[in-house]
């Protein structure tokens, strides 16, 4: 079975988004990798839940990159726009 990305989301919140991928297939050990706008966030690695902090209308790039240790790589890919939490 080869490693598959089950699922990914960013739900935009009030100036947060929360952000959660799945996956199967994989072979041990996995590392789960997080990049906001290109840059690496290495606080969330291995995490499949977080939690990221944005500004109010503008747009993020957001990744998440798995990889196991056949060296196979799979990423969920979003451009979410924050939201300010005003109705």
Aim: glycine share 10%.
């Amino acid at each position: 079975m080869a490693l598959t990305l089950d699922e990914g989301s960013c739900e935009p919140l009030a100036r947060r988004f929360l952000c959660s991928v799945s996956y199967s297939g994989a072979i041990a050990p996995v590392a789960i990798r997080w990049f906001v706008d290109g840059g690496y966030i290495p606080a969330y690695d291995n995490r499949s839940f977080v939690g990221i902090g944005c500004q109010p209308t503008v747009r993020y790039d957001i990744r998440a990159v798995i990889s196991d240790a056949t060296g196979a790589s799979v990423e969920y890919h979003t451009t979410p726009v924050c939201r300010s939490g005003i109705p």
